[in-house]
């Protein structure tokens, strides 16, 4: 069997504010091997944000379990969530947060001087298919430009996982699927095992596998026997 990079047991979040509560994960039991390519769906307010929060070391559970490799994140203090994050995770947003005033390569390596073991923003860049964007500024490329230099800035650390919340959310479906093909090079070539939460079920086949969140829980998984390239996907 394939190595576990991460799982949670019973993972459990409820929100408090006031005297309501609001449950949004009712105990997870999750699994991932190294290399994995995970699609996540399910309807708003299902928590999957919640769970991706949590295994991303942003957000702390209430109750049960979340370990990546041999860390038990639910017991780390913020401090020790900040290193996590810096040493092992990278994030894709649905908006892409890019500093307006620095270059596409000036945006990646904001995080390849302060990371361990980067790749250059160079070879970052050229992993999403924009070596010759790399001068250009935020407001000089398309949405899906600019989403593909966030994945290139997430990925230049070399992280072992990639976490994204709904990477194609604000982007038409061309562009959308220039985007997956940038995840799935970089989950290929580099090998960090991928997260994507989307509300678009038709990005589910090119997932090694599926899961369906819903109230709460994981309601149903579903096994890829094999997976299509992004530009066989369409929606
Ligand atoms: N900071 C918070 N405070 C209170 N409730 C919250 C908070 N964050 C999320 N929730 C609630 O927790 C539940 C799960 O939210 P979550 O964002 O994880 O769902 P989701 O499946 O990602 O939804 P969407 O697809 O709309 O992003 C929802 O009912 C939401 O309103």
Redesign the pocket.
């Known amino acids: 069997m394939s190595e576990t990079i991460f799982h949670t047991k019973g993972l459990t979040?409820v929100?408090?504010?006031g005297a309501q509560e609001?449950?949004?994960?009712r105990g997870v039991d999750f699994r991932a091997a190294r290399g994995e390519f995970i699609v996540i769906l399910?309807?708003?307010?299902?928590?999957?944000?919640?769970?991706?929060?949590i295994v991303g070391g942003l957000d702390t559970a209430t109750a049960g379990e979340a370990w990546f490799e041999d860390h038990q994140l639910t017991t780390l203090d913020e401090r020790g969530l900040t290193q996590y994050r810096r040493d092992h995770v990278g994030f894709v947003f649905q908006f892409y947060n890019l500093v307006p005033s620095l270059t596409a390569r000036e945006n990646v390596a904001l995080v390849t001087e302060i990371a361990r073991h980067p790749m250059s923003p160079d070879d970052a860049l050229a992993l999403v298919g924009l070596t010759d964007r790399r001068d250009h500024f935020p407001a000089q490329l398309s949405g899906g430009e600019q989403q593909r230099v966030a994945i290139a800035r997430a990925i230049a650390k070399n992280p072992e996982v990639l976490l994204c919340?709904?990477p194609t959310g604000a982007l038409d479906s061309a562009t959308g699927i220039k985007v997956l093909e940038a995840l799935a090079e970089v989950n290929r070539r580099v090998g960090a095992t991928t997260l994507v939460?989307t509300?678009n079920a038709a990005i589910r086949e090119i997932a090694d596998r599926v899961l369906r969140?819903a109230d709460?829980r994981i309601v149903e998984e579903t096994v890829n026997a094999t997976k299509k390239s992004p530009a066989e996907v369409s929606w």
């Open positions: 979040k929100y408090r504010s609001v449950h949004a994960l399910g309807p708003s307010g299902s928590g999957k944000s919640t769970f991706l929060n919340d709904e939460i509300h969140f709460g």
